[in-house]
């Protein structure tokens, strides 16, 4: 079964704009969660990730909100570019699991 | 520095032949993962070694499907038997190893199977 529940499938903002994608988990043994890119052709490569002692983590212009009494974390990507354009994948573990359990992804597009 | 590869990039068969799907992780990483990727579906956990051994084979679909890692390095995922519904992007990924929590994973650009 899904571990994680990503939401939209699909996103479309104009360049500019703050996507936003969110995801939500039950396994409260989650203590590790990495958000992946990926662009077609190419393998998911780490954006950022949080741990869940902190609400918010910030690297350039991704943000990472973690609530973690409503068990959901979410992606804000700021100032959106069309080379923002990929797919992004939510994901989390426990810390002694080895496998890292996937959202379904969110395909963005910014318009120009 | 040299990423995960993996060999071949693309790769079409026919139903019921065997398949072999290799990857070269980042050198001095011990920890190895293949996960495979359906269209429209998230990335599924396949199985995971750490050196030589495979201490967590649970992701694997189905006895077609085997693993073996040697030298502590490069990695073979073998499906035998091929069926239409193996058709995905198999993905490779490596890391430091150990059991650390935030153990960062790298992924190889993957190997599209096609099973006509």
């Known amino acids: 079964q899904q571990q994680v529940k990503q939401s939209p499938q699909s996103l479309i903002v104009q360049k500019g704009g703050i996507p936003i994608i969110n995801c939500a988990y039950e396994?409260?043994?989650?203590?590790?969660f990495p958000w992946y890119q990926q662009f077609p052709g190419k393998g998911p490569a780490l954006l950022i990730a949080?741990?869940?002692?902190?609400s918010e983590k910030k690297e350039g212009r991704f943000t990472i909100s973690f609530n973690k009494s409503a068990k959901q974390f979410s992606l804000h990507i700021m100032d959106s570019q069309p080379g923002d354009s990929a797919t992004y994948f939510c994901a989390a573990k426990s810390r002694s699991g080895y496998a890292l359990n996937f959202g379904k992804g969110t395909s963005l597009l910014v318009t120009p | 520095g040299a990423g995960v590869s993996q060999s071949p990039s693309n790769k079409v068969t026919e139903k019921g032949k065997d398949v072999e799907l290799r990857c070269d992780p980042i050198?001095?990483?011990?920890?190895l993962y293949w996960y495979r990727q359906s269209l429209g579906q998230g990335l599924e956990f396949l199985i995971y070694?750490?050196?030589?051994?495979?201490?967590?084979k649970s992701g694997l679909p189905s006895d077609r499907f085997s693993a073996e890692r040697t030298g502590g390095s490069v990695s073979t995922l073998t499906i035998q038997r091929t069926q239409q519904e193996d058709s995905a992007v198999y993905l490779c990924?490596?890391?430091?190893?150990?059991?650390?929590?935030?153990?960062?994973?790298?992924f190889g650009p993957g190997t599209r199977l096609t099973v006509l």
């Open positions: 990924a490596s890391s430091l190893g150990g059991f650390l929590g935030t153990d960062t994973q790298y």
């Open positions: 949080i741990r869940p002692d902190v």
């Open positions: 070694f750490q050196g030589n051994s495979a201490p967590d």
């Open positions: 050198s001095g990483h011990t920890a």
């Open positions: 396994n409260t043994a989650f203590d590790y």
